[in-house]
């Protein structure tokens, strides 16, 4: 069932947790989507797709208490999985993803005034939709190739038209700022939102994912003694036996 860990009261606080049921869908639907696909079995009960406020998600039985703690995501994803093409029937599942993704965040604000639930949706409507990453509108893995071991210690970053562009980590804002068109398709790994010229990111040299430094709490300075970066979810299937 849908958890909540605290009782969001700003807007601040229902967009963080907002991001953090966003970040586990889109891992379900995109780098964890083998997963998630063979769990739904249309010969099991009605199953729900969960996203939790620590960034995991989870397919399991809804809710059995009514009135639920949170609204609740559509019920029986599982019964057309068979019956649709894989991409459309994910797509159908973003679709009813955003929709209750909206819905918790409306819920825990209803106490908001008017502007404070427009600065809400603006927020919201910043970051691509779960429907635009799985129909492949934004592509999450139509990215910059990167030459192994450059990422981390000099920012180097390959431009979909395959030149190489290369600059400090610490002046990467600098450097890229006339080039953030080129790289607009290009999706944080964690977060799934845009790329922006204004914000630090670094290159995993094992998938070759590009993430916001904040999201997996890599600073510039840190960067600059980082031989080989590895992301949290390589660094998590390297430690597995």
């Not at 586990?24 to 696909?37: E, W």
């Not at 999706?187 to 010229?197: E, F, I, Q, T, V």
């Given at each position: ?5 605290f ?25 964890d989507?083998d ?24 397919v ?64 919201i ?8 990453v ?67 990111w ?6 070759e994912?590009?993430f ?9 300075a ?20």
């Amino acid at each position: 069932m849908a958890s909540i860990s605290f009782s969001p009261r700003t807007v601040e606080d229902i967009f963080k947790d907002y991001s953090a049921r966003r970040t586990g869908l889109v891992r379900a639907l995109t780098y964890d989507v083998d997963d998630f696909y063979s769990l739904c079995d249309p010969e099991k009960e009605n199953l729900c797709l969960y996203g939790h406020p620590n960034e995991s998600w989870e397919v399991t039985l809804p809710a059995e208490e009514v009135p639920s703690e949170l609204p609740e995501p559509a019920l029986g994803i599982n019964f057309a999985r068979d019956g649709m093409k894989r991409r459309d029937w994910l797509s159908l599942v973003a679709v009813h993803s955003d929709c209750w993704l909206l819905s918790v965040a409306f819920y825990l604000g209803a106490r908001l005034n008017c502007n404070e639930r427009k600065r809400l949706f603006s927020m919201i409507n910043d970051l691509p939709t779960l429907f635009e990453v799985a129909s492949g509108r934004k592509a999450v893995k139509d990215k910059p190739s990167m030459d192994s071991g450059s990422k981390s210690r000099n920012s180097s970053k390959r431009s979909l038209d395959g030149s190489i562009r290369i600059s400090n980590p610490k002046i990467i804002d600098e450097s890229y700022g006339e080039d953030e068109d080129e790289h607009g398709d290009t999706l944080c790994g964690s977060c799934g939102g845009n790329y922006n010229a204004d914000e630090f990111w670094i290159g995993c040299d094992i998938c070759e994912r590009w993430f916001h430094g904040k999201c997996v709490r890599i600073t510039p300075a840190k960067a600059d003694n980082i031989k080989q970066y590895k992301c949290p979810s390589c660094s998590t299937k390297k430690g597995r036996p």
